[in-house]
């Protein structure tokens, strides 16, 4: 089985200061600094890390680049795959994100394949699930689903 989508949409920096990252790539690129917004602004909003619920309230900042966005994260201090990413790596691209018609299928399928979600969560319109590809593709991978 395989997943029902191959477009990327989306490449996710994990940052220390997003601030900070916004203004260089607004200035590097010529583009607007985007709104930096935490998470609750979405709305009622759930997260699990590992298998528990976590508050967190990232700091999120999307830029518009073509047919893909760059998301900028940063993390609090609560339990998140961005915590703990930015604590083992530093600064980096954590996921690419692509969005599926069949979420199911999608977990299904990378079950079938040894691949295990780190985080999920959800916030009001859809969900999202970062499987722990890193040593499968070198990477995160963010399984997003509209409902």
């Known amino acids: 089985m395989k997943l ?9 920096i994990v940052v220390n200061d997003i601030e900070k990252t916004a203004k ?3 200035k590097l690129f010529g583009m607007d600094i985007p709104e930096i917004f935490t998470l609750a602004k979405l709305g009622k909003t759930y997260a699990e890390f590992q298998g528990v619920s976590t508050e967190t309230q990232i700091k999120i900042a ?8 760059l998301e900028l994260i940063e993390p609090d201090d609560k339990p998140s795959t961005f915590k703990t990413f930015l604590e083992e790596n530093g600064e980096g691209v954590h996921h690419l994100g692509l969005v599926v018609k069949d979420k199911e299928k999608a ?3 990378l079950k079938e394949n ?3 979600v780190r985080y999920w969560g959800s916030y009001p319109g859809g969900s999202y699930h970062i499987a722990d590809t890193k ?3 070198g990477v995160f ?6 409902d």
């Open 4 to 12: 029902d989508s191959n477009v990327i949409m989306q490449v996710t």
């Open 24 to 26: 260089n790539i607004s």
């Open 62 to 69: 999307n830029f518009e680049m073509g047919d893909v966005t």
């Open 135 to 137: 040593d499968f593709l």
């Open 114 to 116: 040894g691949i295990k």
């Open 141 to 146: 991978l963010n399984i997003k689903h509209n």
């Open 107 to 109: 977990k299904k399928t």
